[in-house]
């Protein structure tokens, strides 16, 4: 992929680092307030899938490395592989920043 590819593929990954932990929230809080889940099960839901964008973010980079030692051909530039550890260390801040609160607040929900 083109560095100009690459750069959308970041805006994604970062909008899903930031919007799926709140999808995944919502989810989680909705489904134990109308009983349909337990909280263990709400808040293990949760943890899996906020943690989702990042474990995709990793498969895909490691990937087009295989790829790229198969083939030859450079899939990866030099500048995005440097950046590896600062968009993982990213997603996996973000995912535990808000698994500790968002926890809180699922384990605090009533049933109706």
């Not at 899938?49 to 990042?54: D, E, M, Q, V």
């Not at 450079?74 to 592989?81: D, F, R, S």
């Given at each position: 992929m083109g560095r100009f590819l690459w750069q959308f593929a970041y805006l994604g990954f970062l909008a899903a680092f930031l919007a799926v932990p709140v999808a995944a929230f919502l989810k989680?809080?909705?489904g134990v307030r109308l009983g349909r889940m337990s909280?263990?099960?709400a808040v293990l839901?949760?943890?899996l899938?906020?943690?989702?964008?990042?474990v995709l973010y990793v498969a895909l980079f490691f990937s087009?490395?295989?790829?790229?030692e198969l083939t030859g051909a450079?899939?990866?530039?030099?500048?995005?592989?440097r950046s590896f550890l600062i968009v993982v260390g990213l997603?996996?801040?973000v995912w535990?920043?808000?698994l500790v609160p968002c926890a809180v607040l699922i384990v605090r929900a009533r049933a109706r």
């Open positions: 989680a809080q909705r909280k263990l099960k839901l949760y943890a899938g906020s943690l989702a964008p990042t087009l490395v295989g790829i790229e450079a899939l990866i530039p030099e500048e995005i592989g997603g996996l801040a535990l920043l808000a």
